[in-house]
């Protein structure tokens, strides 16, 4: 059951007694609630939606998210965006990686009210940075040579691609439930300097 292998994720939470024992308990947490990247790449919306357990309360949810904590995930966002930035670098593999994870959890508690209004707001200042520094790191991707950071390039590339998904995924998630006063004072102003960063000219767009 669902329900009690979560009980058992939110034991290991609370017991962690390092960053790295959380994170072990919190890969698993998208695996649980079946979203983001825990779905196949073949995997549709649909599909994930109607696979996911609906019979998850939102106390035990609401549970889940306070032994996580808002901080840590904020923590996983944010690492490494301020030297990358001033740097002019780009971001590791690892970092990649824990920005996805960070991402896919915060996605499985847009659809209930776990978030405060001041997360949510902090939290698209945090996917505003991701995406300003993507096209940043676009701008300047062909002349980055990745092998000198231990880097692969499409591994890299793969993983850099996967977060600008994500993150913006996620936006449009949290952008369903928020309010019009955080809508028109935070969200609207970060998409703004969104687009005007990726419209300059020469900097490409995947698709």
């Not at 890969?27 to 696979?51: C, D, F, R, W, Y």
């Not at 991402?103 to 978030?115: A, G, K, M």
Request: aromatic residues 4%; glycine residues 4%.
């Amino acid at each position: 059951m669902e329900s009690s292998k979560i009980s058992t994720c939110i034991e290991l939470l609370n017991s962690a007694k390092s960053d790295n024992e959380k994170l072990a308990a919190l890969m698993l947490v998208p695996k649980l609630l079946n979203t983001g990247i825990s779905a196949s790449s073949s995997q549709s919306k649909e599909e994930e939606s109607h696979n996911s357990d609906s019979t998850i309360s939102i106390p035990v949810k609401e549970s889940l998210y306070k032994a996580i904590g808002f901080q840590f995930l904020r923590r996983i966002l944010v690492s490494g965006l301020s030297s990358v930035e001033s740097e002019q670098s780009s971001l590791t593999d690892e970092q990649l990686t824990l920005k996805a994870v960070g991402l896919s959890v915060l996605r499985c508690f847009t659809d209930c009210e776990v978030l405060t209004e001041d997360e949510v707001r902090e939290l698209i200042s945090v996917i505003e940075s991701i995406l300003l520094l993507d096209a940043q790191v676009t701008e300047r991707l062909a002349s980055v040579d990745l092998t000198e950071t231990g880097n692969q390039p499409d591994q890299w590339q793969g993983s850099h691609d996967q977060v600008i998904q994500l993150a913006t995924e996620l936006l449009e998630e949290l952008a369903k439930n928020m309010s019009s006063d955080t809508l028109d004072v935070y969200l609207m102003p970060s998409l703004y300097k969104i687009a005007m960063k990726q419209s300059k000219p020469g900097i490409a767009h995947s698709n």
